[in-house]
């Protein structure tokens, strides 16, 4: 196994693409441990991205990048700024709520900042609102796409564990609401202190008409998950319709899409997935050596040689996950770490769903974490400002967000109360 784990960390340490460093271990391994033949290295990446339930990731991908090319993002914007605005720090709030709504669509963090940022930055830079707490904002704002219904990363997890997607899904709702409300309070707060200026209080009038041109895009995430919770399509196949909701939307209804954008963010979307599927395919060798070495079980006799408390390996995971957040990239998280310790905290008695969620939460506090955190990174090259510039005003939002997740860790029916209501 050091071969194994010290190829994966070197390969990572020097730089190399995760996907590789994770594909390179498996096969340094089979090579000096293992007597089994290479050609279980393509059987096993085959195996790993053979499954109906992972085209939902390009699927998704491509909703969320065809709802970015149309008219889609200024009216959650303009919905978000009648609702909210007139509270102090009137733009920091409207770009919490943007980040939420957009997210409900995208199901992605970079995603969520880049069609937010690029949009608000400069506004709230012309309003007085200094760069590096905006850009801190948004990456934390951006990173609930990865929480917030449909997301990617959820897909990823419950694949991982051979979870229910559909109730992952609306697991994510409530612990998304609350942390973007702790950003909310944080914004409040600041705003109080330095001054920012609120947004002038629409009318019932201007937030009808808001509402009115919102309310195609808001519709995304109820057919996503009223047809997932209906019974009318599966997860997989909610991604094909939330496709094809997008590509009407923005050809027909705004038409601000034209047949060669089209084509292109066709061939965007596959890049993007290509490198996703190919990780998944590397960590399903990965997965399979630690299974055939049983390490799962290693690790769980370890750790129940430190403590047989649920609550305080439950800490320790939470920990462990925090700091790996701060060095390595979201998906090779899951791919990773899930197949170890998702056995362990299971067998501690925790529910999949409750376990599947506390990680998303976890790994969109690492995106914004120091010093790879690349909702953060994104977000402040939006804002053309140094990466390290944002880290003061960071701290008092990721504390938001680390009471988010500790409530989450602790009150495990703030995940589990809605997947149970409507879906049994």
């Excluded at 809605?418 to 879906?423: G, S």
């Amino acid at each position: 196994m050091l071969t194994l784990l010290g190829v994966l960390f070197g390969g990572i340490f020097i730089g190399i693409p995760v996907a590789y460093a994770v594909a390179v271990s498996g096969m340094a391994y089979l090579i000096f441990e293992s007597a089994v033949p290479l050609l279980v290295v393509a059987q096993r990446m085959v195996v790993g991205v053979d499954s109906f339930t992972l085209l939902a990731i390009p699927l998704f991908v491509l909703a969320g990048a065809l709802m970015a090319e149309g008219d889609i993002t200024p009216r959650l914007m303009k919905f978000a700024s009648n609702m909210v605005g007139h509270i102090p720090g009137g733009l920091a709030m409207v770009m919490v709520v943007s980040c939420m709504l957009f997210g409900a669509i995208s199901g992605s963090g970079v995603a969520n900042v880049v069609a937010i940022g690029s949009i608000l930055l400069p506004t709230m830079k012309e309003q007085g609102y200094e760069p590096p707490f905006s850009a801190a904002l948004l990456g934390c704002g951006g990173s609930l796409g990865t929480v917030i219904p449909p997301s990617i990363t959820l897909v990823i997890i419950g694949v991982s564990m051979g979870a229910s997607i559909g109730k992952l899904f609306v697991g994510g709702f409530i612990p998304g609401v609350i942390t973007g409300l702790g950003l909310m309070t944080v914004s409040y707060f600041a705003a109080i202190k330095r001054n920012y200026p609120r947004l002038e209080r629409a009318s019932w009038r201007e937030k009808w008409t808001s509402f009115r041109r919102a309310f195609f895009p808001l519709l995304t995430p109820v057919i996503i998950i009223g047809g997932i919770l209906g019974g009318v399509f599966t997860a997989t196949e909610a991604g094909a319709v939330a496709s094809l909701y997008a590509l009407i939307l923005s050809k027909y209804v705004y038409k601000k899409l034209s047949w060669g954008r089209f084509f292109a963010i066709c061939l965007d979307t596959a890049r993007t997935s290509a490198v996703v599927l190919f990780l998944i395919g590397s960590a399903s060798l990965f997965g399979w050596i630690l299974s055939a070495e049983n390490i799962p079980q290693k690790v769980a006799s370890a750790m129940f040689s430190l403590s047989t408390n649920y609550w305080v390996l439950l800490i320790l995971f939470n920990f462990l996950l925090l700091v790996l957040g701060m060095f390595m990239e979201t998906i090779a998280i899951v791919l990773i770490i899930i197949p170890i310790f998702g056995p362990v905290m299971q067998q501690m008695g925790m529910d999949p769903i409750h376990l599947g969620v506390m990680v998303c939460l976890n790994l969109a506090i690492g995106a914004n974490t120091p010093p790879l955190g690349v909702d953060l990174m994104a977000a402040c090259k939006l804002a053309d400002i140094p990466y390290s510039s944002s880290f003061r005003p960071l701290m008092p939002l990721l504390g938001a967000m680390i009471l988010a997740l500790a409530l989450v860790a602790v009150f495990p029916g703030l995940v589990t109360f809605l997947p149970n209501l409507v879906m049994g």
